[in-house]
């Protein structure tokens, strides 16, 4: 299995940039997909998280970050409106795989990271 990140990008305050991640391999079910962000010298927070019809954001993004699937093609976007500096950092996604092989249980698989820089 894999998770595949892109739309990362430098952009101005203010801006809007659309981060996707693909998941590809030998899938059996996904259970819930999001996004992580890690800051130079700050530890990785949650950004979103999408379970179902459910989602799930961090304080600091409601109203400006939405979150959304594509279960047709396994992929998780986020959609990042309003953007401050403070949003700078590099962007993980993640998603809870079950693996056709071993069905029954589900563990957590990380992209490669997409960095989005933001700055005047």
């Known amino acids: 299995v894999q998770l595949q990140a892109s739309g990362g990008g430098l952009v101005q305050p203010g801006g809007s940039l659309r981060l996707s991640c693909a998941a590809s391999?030998?899938?059996?079910?996904?259970?819930?997909m999001g996004w992580y962000r890690q800051a130079p010298g700050k530890q990785r927070e949650l950004v979103a998280t999408?379970?179902?019809?459910?989602?799930n954001y961090a304080d600091s993004v409601k109203g400006r970050f939405t979150i959304s699937r594509d279960n047709a093609k396994n992929t998780v976007y986020l959609q990042m409106n309003s953007l401050k500096l403070e949003d700078t950092a590099v962007y993980y996604c993640?998603?809870?795989?079950?693996?056709?092989?071993?069905?029954?249980?589900?563990?957590?698989?990380w992209g490669q990271g997409t960095q989005v820089t933001v700055s005047s």
């Open positions: 993640n998603a809870r795989i079950s693996t056709e092989i071993m069905y029954w249980v589900s563990r957590d698989y």
């Open positions: 391999g030998s899938i059996f079910s996904i259970n819930a």
């Open positions: 999408m379970s179902g019809s459910n989602t």
